[in-house]
């Protein structure tokens, strides 16, 4: 069971917008920005957003994120074959005083 | 370019020992926490320990108190993961990543990650 809630999966057409859910508490996204990392097959996790709403270089505007209350988004625009893989969200926790991760959503690219 | 390089593969049996490694390069070593995630077969990510190489603080995940043991080497600009009773239950993908505190408007991440030390405990 995962500190943070994310739908298992998700899916869309080529073009199309898709966005994926992370659910939180006041002690982690309540208190802290959330990251997005977007795992390759077989690949160790890339920063995809952080701070909430921040692109590191080199990541396509494609991808953004939100954050309100407790919790927080990430939304695909103009969907690609090579989106089709796993993201996660994380967060500092304070009561924890550690990172917290969500399940991890699939995307599939219909 | 700031590199997190972990050792290799490993297989062990169970009960018994292992230490994977992590080296950085390309920043301060001593002034970023290291943080360890662990990643079981075909499951999401959990995250294990941290370190702050400066000074060797750590602090576990409630889960992993006593499981591991996480310290680093300063000086080679190293950190560690170690077992000392492996399980089958351990078999699974660890990685490191640098831990970047906040700053400004940017909040704290885990950013880059080691490229991952499989570990597979099996008789």
């Known amino acids: 069971q995962s500190v943070l809630t994310q739908p298992p999966s998700a899916s869309g057409t080529p073009g199309q917008r898709v966005t994926i859910s992370c659910s939180g508490s006041?002690?982690?996204?309540?208190?802290?920005?959330v990251n997005w990392y977007q795992q390759l097959p077989g690949t160790a996790p890339k920063l995809l957003i952080h701070?909430?709403?921040q692109r590191p270089s080199g990541v396509p505007d494609r991808f953004s994120g939100s954050k309100s209350g407790t919790s927080a988004s990430l939304a695909i625009s103009g969907l690609q074959s090579e989106d089709e893989t796993d993201y996660y969200c994380?967060?500092?926790?304070?009561?924890?005083?550690?990172?917290?991760f969500g399940g991890g959503t699939k995307l599939t690219v219909l | 370019e700031v590199q997190l390089v972990q050792s290799g593969a490993e297989v062990k049996k169970p009960g018994e020992s292992l230490k994977i490694s992590c080296k950085g390069s390309?920043?301060?070593?001593?002034?970023?926490?290291i943080g360890w995630v662990r990643q079981m077969p075909g499951k999401g990510l959990e995250w294990m320990g941290i370190?702050?190489?400066?000074?060797?603080?750590?602090r576990y995940s409630p889960s992993f108190q006593g499981q591991v043991t996480i310290s680093a080497d300063k000086s080679i600009s190293t950190a560690y993961l170690q077992w000392s009773n492996l399980k089958a239950s351990d078999t699974a993908m660890y990685y490191c990543?640098?831990?970047?505190?906040?700053?400004?408007?940017?909040?704290?991440?885990?950013?880059?990650w080691g490229q991952g030390t499989l570990v597979t405990v099996s008789s």
């Open positions: 990543a640098r831990h970047v505190s906040s700053s400004g408007s940017y909040g704290r991440r885990l950013d880059p």
């Open positions: 390309g920043y301060s070593f001593t002034t970023y926490w």
């Open positions: 370190i702050y190489p400066g000074d060797s603080d750590t």
């Open positions: 006041t002690s982690n996204i309540g208190r802290n920005t």
């Open positions: 701070s909430s709403n």
């Open positions: 994380a967060t500092w926790d304070d009561s924890l005083f550690g990172w917290v």
